[in-house]
């Protein structure tokens, strides 16, 4: 484990009694996503994952892998 021992296994139990409250994820993801849609183009940080060219270049590459 050397280095990464203890990794994430810190509490949240001060922070719940302090008053976090946590929200479904389902909400949190719409909240976050009509959020991103309300940024200008370019403004809007990569999520992940390559380019829209790239990424159809390569979904063509493996349906043709595929048969």
Do not use: I
């Amino acid at each position: 484990m050397g280095d990464t021992r203890g990794f994430h296994t810190w509490k949240n139990a001060r922070a719940v009694k302090a008053g976090l409250k946590f929200r479904p994820c389902a909400e949190t993801a719409a909240d976050t996503l009509r959020w991103y849609k309300a940024q200008p183009d370019g403004g809007r940080a990569k999520l992940a994952g390559p380019a829209p060219p790239s990424e159809a270049q390569l979904l063509a590459k493996w349906k043709q892998s595929r048969g």
